[in-house]
């Protein structure tokens, strides 16, 4: 089996220096073993997954991404450990980001149980907070389900640049201002802004208020 020649060794901890040859047959710490392991099999994964989703086979893919059929095949049958370098040139050739290369591969189905959700509570108490997509749910979106006391309001910083958020009143009523525009909302009205600037929850009614608010981060 060859050594990868694009000068960056293989993608592992930044603690050990760059080995000298091929990830087989070398001896490795524990710790490190399992996770050079780990990380081929995440590799292996996601990249068959890639494939597959674009109907290409190996040498489509070769001619892609300018990495050799061999080797592609080595690295889904997990027969290498794939440089840095390799990597980056899959990612580039495919136009995905080098986290979808050596990330968890997404779960078909992924469950989240009222139950076993971390509900997050304003220092007042008059703000709830409970994530309704599970971790490995929907990338680039998030979804809560909120609560607001009577008369309480919660300010939020803004996002990062380009995200916009939905939310909908399901009780009770909401003052939803964003920088220096307010709108009044009741149950069953929704709304849509920018999330990259100031915003405030406000629950100008007498009783407590539920909204559902969806987050959504441009890529």
Known sequence: MSRDTDGQGP???PTRPPPRGPLRGRPLPPGDEVGAADLARRVADN???QRKRRELSLDQMARLTGVSRAALSQIE???????IGVLWKIASGLGIPFADLIGETQPTVSLLRREETQVLRSL???FESRPLVPPSGIPQIEMYELTLAARARHASEPHGPGTRELVVVLSGAL???VGDHAEELG???SIVFNADAKHVYENPGA???RYHDMIVYKR
């Not at 049958?77 to 440089?83: A, F, I």
């Open 11 to 13: 993608l592992r901890g």
């Open 207 to 209: 009783s407590e208020a």
């Open 47 to 49: 990249l068959r997954e």
């Open 124 to 126: 007042d108490r008059k």
């Open 77 to 83: 049958t997990r027969k290498t450990n794939p440089t």
């Open 175 to 177: 003052r939803m201002t």
């Open 187 to 189: 149950a069953g009205d």
